[in-house]
């Protein structure tokens, strides 16, 4: 966006209703800008295109929706990565110019995601980057519900053998996945919707899963985390595809990186890919939300 010109987007993620599966409602998306404005949210239903800001107006709104939304006339349907999941997202493209005549030229993309209940993280291990920084899009995470308040969560780096691999040395390159479980009777099942490497001595990071999809450098853009319920107990799964260790710039040779990941839990089988935007899903398929958290790796140490 140009020096001086404001260019701004922000969403609402709406209410939880206090039904059973909390259901969402009320949700809509914004922009406010001075220069001429197009944009574009792929939704589940396909494109949806907003109403444009020109000499006119310097503000445009869209409602968004959940699948078990009772809203009427909602335009724009919120992809989900599965029937039963907890994660809603919807990819906005915002096109500007100075006049009608310039529009298209310059663009920036958003990522909309609303978590409605249960958040939380984890984090793995730390690896070294060799690989250029590459520019993420934007994202808006917003949670309208609790954290993800169980215990039992693991986040694990493993070999193309499923070994965990232990704390130390990595071959820079070397083909690796995460694998995500949480142990617990209460949910069906997990869903990572955001990954990204830490550089452990400098503070930079490097997002390679969002809203449930990949970057398109270490994970293809049309691939996700696949989640699985374990069969005779209480262990719930996701794994990632295979991708190769990498090096952040800014991280030291001594440094190491950390992985950490996002994640959703489902109140409901969930089992199937986390990237709901770029897989086409069954059109009767009805989420339901639940909690969120984060997990992290231990720290590992690329080796050249």
């Known amino acids: 966006v140009p ?17 059973a599966d909390y259901s969402g409602r009320n949700a809509n998306v914004t922009i406010k800008s001075d220069l001429y404005v197009q944009a574009q949210i792929k939704c ?26 009772t809203s009427s006339g909602c335009p724009c349907e ?49 690896k070294d980057i060799d690989e250029d920084y590459l520019p993420v899009n934007h994202e808006l995470v917003k949670s309208l519900g609790h954290d993800y308040a169980g215990t039992g969560t693991l986040l694990q780096l493993i070999d193309i053998l499923g070994e965990v691999i232990p704390n130390g040395p990595v071959a ?44 398109g450098t270490i994970i293809p853009k049309n691939k996700g985390f696949t989640t699985k319920t374990i069969a005779g107990g209480n262990l719930k799964t996701a794994t990632s595809p295979f991708f190769k260790v990498f090096k952040l710039l800014e991280t030291t040779k001594k440094g190491g990186i950390p992985y950490e990941c996002s994640f959703t839990v489902c109140n409901a089988t969930c089992d199937g890919s986390s990237c709901a ?27 050249d």
């Open 3 to 19: 020096k001086g010109y404001i260019l701004d987007v922000s969403q609402f993620c709406g209410e939880v209703s206090d039904s």
């Open 44 to 69: 589940r239903q396909g494109l949806v295109t907003l109403n444009p800001i020109n000499e006119t107006n310097t503000e445009t709104t869209l409602s968004l929706c959940y699948t078990n939304d």
């Open 78 to 126: 919120f992809n989900t990565p599965s029937n039963k999941s907890n994660f809603y997202s919807a990819e906005l493209q915002v096109f500007w110019g100075f006049n009608n005549g310039t529009l298209m030229n310059e663009y920036e993309t958003y990522t909309i995601s609303c978590i409605a209940e249960g958040n939380g993280t984890e984090t793995v291990a730390v």
């Open 172 to 215: 820079m390159s070397k083909k690796v996945r995460l694998k995500l479980t949480v142990d617990t009777a209460d949910y069906e099942g997990v869903i990572p919707y955001d990954c990204r490497a830490v550089s452990k001595d400098l503070g930079a990071s490097y997002r390679f899963l969002l809203a449930g999809c990949g970057d």
């Open 277 to 303: 935007m770029r897989n086409k899903r069954s059109a009767e398929s009805l989420a339901e939300i639940e909690e969120q958290e984060k997990v992290k790796t231990p720290l590992y140490l690329g080796r």
